[in-house]
């Protein structure tokens, strides 16, 4: 177990807990900031990242991630932590008032007050039902990629058939030595543009197409892949040589385990008492953004 000590644990890495760690930092408030996502941003990341944002002061138009980078520039100076894929599961509040959260990660943060940005929940990603993956994951398996980098010469068998699944396989197939795209059905949902190309890279031999087949293990040690195991229907399994597996099976939301915290709660949202404060029932915890719910609320950024 990882131990930190703090003044602030922020939970959810979306707009609002971003901005709050800029204005708890103007405030000399030092805050780690925990989020399920393995990238900060939230809905503007996981949801809408090219879609352009008109309702933000000063900027009569901006790009999803384009707000997401800016606010993480801004936040910057206050050198928050980020502890991200994980999700904060539980926390206690100890003798003397201060709180100790722990993340699915056994991560403990030791802080002074907590402010919940969870927006609608966790997100996840959905992950594949293959035993022993958790070894793999962050180090040969990934659900979103940050650095193309690590790609460069490697065998990646990227799995699904959505957008998702099919451009990374169209950008990863310009870098690495091999791609395989696993999908159950040889329908993708994706952009027809994208699938046109894909056919092609497919022809010239830099993507194969490995359909009707489903994921049904991993083979390596100490969370490095080696192979990718699949099955058709059939049940007939075939073996690919991987170094990476990029499973794209969309995005899992769910109020998770803050409904256990015991906080007043109204419709899945927490009720703040006092919008003047954004505090909650319980003393210390304050909640914002779209999880927090007070008269005239509004789901918006701002
Ligand atoms: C398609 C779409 C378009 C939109 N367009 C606009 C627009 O143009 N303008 C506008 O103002 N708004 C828009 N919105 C709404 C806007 O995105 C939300 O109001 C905003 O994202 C809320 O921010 P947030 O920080 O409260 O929550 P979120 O963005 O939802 O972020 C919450 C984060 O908390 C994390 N989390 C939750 N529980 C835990 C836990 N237990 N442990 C760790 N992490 C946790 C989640 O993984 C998530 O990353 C749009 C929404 C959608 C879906």
């Given at each position: 177990m990882t131990i930190h000590n703090t003044d602030l644990v922020i939970v959810g890495a979306g707009p609002a807990g971003l901005?709050?760690?800029?204005?708890?930092?103007?405030?000399k408030i030092k805050a780690h900031v925990v989020d399920t996502l393995e990238v900060i941003g939230g809905q503007c990341s996981a949801l809408y990242p090219e879609k352009p944002i008109y309702d933000i002061p000063a900027?009569?138009?901006?790009?999803?991630?384009?707000?997401?980078?800016?606010?993480?520039?801004q936040a910057a100076p206050f050198a928050p932590t980020y502890h991200l894929n994980q999700r904060v599961d539980k926390f206690t509040k100890n003798a003397d008032g201060s709180f100790t959260v722990v993340t699915s990660k056994n991560t403990q943060i030791n802080c002074k007050a907590v402010i919940i940005a969870a927006g609608c929940g966790a997100f996840g990603p959905n992950r594949p039902p293959l035993e022993g993956i958790e070894e793999y994951e962050?180090?040969?398996v990934f659900y979103a990629v940050r650095s193309k980098a690590e790609f460069v010469g490697k065998n990646v068998v990227i799995a699904g058939g959505g957008d998702s699944a099919v451009d990374w396989a169209l950008s990863l197939a310009e870098i690495s030595n091999k791609v395989y795209v696993v999908h159950r059905r040889d329908k993708f949902r994706c952009a027809p543009e994208s699938a046109d190309k894909m056919k092609a890279l497919v022809a010239e031999g830099k993507?194969?197409?490995?359909?009707?087949?489903?994921?049904?293990?991993?083979?390596?040690?100490?969370?490095?892949?080696?192979a990718v195991l699949v099955k058709d229907f059939d049940g007939n399994v075939k073996?690919?040589?991987?170094?990476?597996?990029?499973?794209?099976?969309?995005?899992?939301?769910?109020?998770?385990?803050?409904?256990?915290?015991?906080?007043?709660?109204?419709?899945?949202?927490?009720?703040?008492l006092d919008s003047s404060t954004m505090r909650t029932s319980i003393e210390g915890i304050y909640a914002i953004g779209d999880i927090a719910t007070y008269k005239n609320k509004l789901k918006l950024i701002l």
């Open positions: 901005f709050s760690i800029f204005e708890a930092g103007m405030l900027h009569p138009k901006v790009g999803a991630s384009e707000l997401i980078e800016l606010l993480e520039a962050g180090k040969s993507i194969e197409l490995v359909i009707p087949y489903q994921l049904d293990g991993l083979e390596g040690n100490d969370g490095k892949l080696s073996k690919l040589e991987a170094d990476y597996l990029l499973p794209f099976f969309g995005l899992a939301m769910e109020l998770g385990p803050i409904a256990d915290w015991g906080l007043s709660l109204h419709k899945n949202h927490i009720e703040v």
